[in-house]
């Protein structure tokens, strides 16, 4: 692919354009913190990008200073589609320095123009088909009107589990159980990820998406619960799984695959719920599509909806010309393990 750059000149000095090296390191973690008032380790950062499986897509926006004065960010992964393989782009970070924020008038000035460079960039049939986020109300707002982002149907859904109510849901006896993954034994996964249902469109929840999101997270420890058969039954098989992230108000379900019988999801519910309600955690809560149909699932197993509590509004836009909006929108499956929230 060919470098992108591009040069604009304003009565404040020049401004470049031009992909992210490993070097910009120091300056992004710089600009960053102006622009979010906190820190970033350089450690998370590393992790998200330069350890991401397919690498990462990053284009900055630099003052002839040398300060990053925009930065539009994503990590793309491999996702299945009704028989077809595609590559969709996970937007993760994207801001702009406040000192930076009044060049090129309104309009949104050097972010929207770094950002539209990246979709010509990034975007395309051979690219990232689609790009897709979890942002808060002010930037989705923001992708909407100027960046050609629309809202998915339906918004996402906060669902919530007591976890003694899952302990007690009644299950036909059924030859299954839930072991926590330990040193990294993801062997079997990927047939997981073969399994995904026709009909969703996802990042391919893979080994090598699950060991980079979750097994080498730099800073949290997710407890990774496999459901699957038991010992001497197809015992490196995967039915379906759970990674939950214990926090002091209770539990996060940041990432589920359900086992496609009924049965099997309602057992994995039972169990994980069963392990938290032991370890003292009450609560459980996880989101998910409102439309999608593992929100159905949970719901009719004793997840309840409430109001979603961090204003995440999830938008998407396309750039294969062969995809519907209808139909990618509607297919379009995410957990917050599409989200560095968590």
């Not at 897709?132 to 919530?160: E, I, K, M, N």
């Amino acid at each position: 692919m060919q470098a992108c750059v591009e040069e604009i000149t304003t009565d404040c000095g020049r401004y470049t354009i031009r992909p992210y090296v490993p070097d910009d390191v120091p300056a992004v973690l710089a600009a960053w913190q102006a622009a979010f008032g906190n820190p970033v380790a350089s450690e998370l950062w590393r992790w998200k990008y330069h350890d991401a499986p397919l690498g990462h897509q990053i284009l900055l926006c630099v003052h002839e200073s040398g300060e990053v004065a925009a930065l539009y960010g994503g990590v793309p992964f491999a996702a299945d589609w009704r028989g077809h393989r595609l590559r969709i782009t996970q937007l993760m970070d994207v801001f702009s320095h406040p000192a930076h924020r009044r060049q090129l008038g309104g309009r949104g000035g050097l972010y929207v123009r770094t950002a539209l460079r990246y979709f010509s960039q990034f975007g395309g049939p051979d690219e990232a088909a689609l790009m897709y986020g979890l942002p808060g109300v002010r930037a989705s707002r923001l992708g909407v009107h100027r960046l050609g982002y629309r809202p998915l149907p339906g918004g996402a859904a906060y669902l919530v589990a007591d976890t003694a109510a899952l302990a007690r849901l009644r299950c036909r006896p059924f030859a299954g159980r839930l072991s926590q993954v330990a040193n990294d034994d993801l062997h079997g996964l990927d047939r997981l990820a073969d399994t995904c249902p026709w009909g969703r469109l996802q990042a391919r929840r893979d080994a090598d998406f699950i060991r980079w999101r979750f097994l080498q997270h730099p800073a949290r420890r997710y407890r990774m619960l496999r459901y699957g058969p038991f010992a001497g039954r197809s015992g490196s098989a995967w039915r379906g799984y759970a990674v939950v992230l214990i926090q002091p108000e209770g539990a996060v379900l940041v990432d589920l695959v359900l086992p496609a019988h009924d049965r099997g999801a309602r057992d994995l519910l039972r169990r994980v719920g069963a392990r938290l309600h032991a370890d003292g955690v009450a609560r459980l809560g996880t989101w998910l599509p409102a439309p999608g149909a593992d929100a159905a699932r949970l719901q009719a197993l004793g997840f309840t909806r409430e109001p979603e509590p961090l204003g995440i509004v999830p938008t998407a836009r396309l750039f294969h010309s062969a995809l519907s909006w209808s139909e990618a929108s509607a297919a379009l499956h995410y957990t917050m393990a599409d989200s560095d929230l968590f």
